[in-house]
């Protein structure tokens, strides 16, 4: 490979995204990570790609909003670069509602959505009368958004680093940086920068809902992959002494999940996983220049939605990196 326009250091989901959409616009690219292809938390299990609720807009919701936008066609390029089925769809959300109260706050977004979300998707609130995926709801209501998708991450990842080299770059173990040098490094690069890492865990269980809503009750996400499994999780762990272990915790997310969700009781459990997420001082990524490395940029932080807001990180890294352009929030600079 000729001499690299742009080195990515960290292959994950961030730093991926930045380096396909370099490589998109013909830069030469060189990713470089010592544990391998979505070895962080970008190898997970759940894949919930949900937007934040249409009220009390900001910066982050809207490039948030417009990365949902983008994920159909950007993920079916990146499958069709690597012949790597993702495992996107957008398949929506359902979330049961509580009491009264939340019945009211759900309608009043409802009428925010369209208004925020421009036609492009709903937020309503339907009776859970209806089928056998419904989440069981005390007030026989529940919230339907067509905005939210699912994807495989694990999956995900690897085929844009695949993407990558279909399109001339390299992924590698090791390797010296050339070019403008990004830092994608996950959970380890927060704590350079004062951010530090969030510990999550999930499961995978034998369940074929293919092609139904995702679930969101009791702080749990149910992921119906198009594969036959469902992804749970996760937890949310600020302290920790086994980044990558599983333990009690995942074993009350699942009881919960049986409680919320009684169709999946009984399902098999086919996998355990834990990983830590990197979790800026401000919940918000953290993109542009690099705060303590001269001349170098940085893209990480995507804590618990950096899937959903991939494709629009890569692009704006793109703008910034290869012609000087920078329309990345302000909320978003280092």
């Known amino acids: 490979m000729a001499t690299a326009d742009v080195t990515v250091m960290g292959a994950g989901v961030f730093g991926l995204s930045v380096a396909y959409a370099c ?9 470089i990570d010592p544990h391998g292809v979505a070895a962080g938390s970008s190898g997970g299990l759940v894949g919930a790609l949900a937007p934040h609720v249409p009220e009390n807009w900001n910066e982050k919701k809207a490039f948030q909003f417009e990365s949902l936008i983008m994920a159909e066609a950007f993920w079916r390029d990146v ?23 939340a019945v009211a706050l759900a309608q009043g977004r409802s009428r925010t959505a369209a208004e925020l979300w421009q036609g492009q998707a709903l937020w309503e609130v339907i009776s859970s009368n209806d089928a056998n995926w ?6 026989g209501l529940v919230v339907h958004d067509t905005l939210s998708a699912l994807i495989h991450p694990r999956r995900a990842t690897r085929a844009m680093a695949d993407a990558v080299v279909a399109l ?15 830092w994608a490094t ?34 749990l996400h149910i992921i119906p992959h198009g594969d036959g499994t469902v992804a749970i999780g996760s937890t949310s762990e600020r302290e920790f002494d086994d980044p ?9 997310v699942l009881e919960r999940a049986m409680i919320a969700f009684p169709i ?46 991939a494709p629009k990180v890569g692009e704006v890294m793109a703008d910034l990196i290869l012609d000087g352009e920078d329309q990345i929030p302000d909320g978003f600079h280092a």
Do not use: C
């Not at 490589?23 to 990713?31: C, D, Q």
């Not at 690597?82 to 957008?90: P, Q």
């Not at 004062?194 to 995978?204: F, Y």
């Open 186 to 219: 996950g959970w380890p690069g927060m704590q350079e920068i004062g951010g530090n890492g969030v510990k999550g865990q999930a499961a995978l269980l034998r369940f074929d809902a293919a092609g139904k809503p995702q679930l969101f009750a009791d702080a």
């Open 168 to 182: 001339g770059g390299e992924v590698l173990h090791e390797g010296a940086a050339q070019g403008k040098t990004v």
């Open 79 to 101: 499958a069709g670069l690597s012949g790597v089925d993702v495992g996107y769809a957008r398949s929506g959300r359902l979330q049961p509602l509580a009491d009264e109260r």
């Open 264 to 309: 999946l009781h009984g399902a098999e459990v086919l996998e355990r996983w834990a990983g830590v997420r990197p979790r800026s001082k401000s919940r918000a990524p953290v993109l542009g220049m690099h705060p303590t490395r001269d001349e170098d940029y940085i893209a990480n932080g995507g804590f618990k939605i950096g899937f959903g807001m």
């Open 23 to 31: 490589a998109r616009r013909g830069a030469t690219v060189r990713v």
């Open 134 to 139: 419904m989440p069981p709801s005390p007030t």
């Open 244 to 252: 990558f272990g599983t333990d009690a915790a995942l074993d009350d």
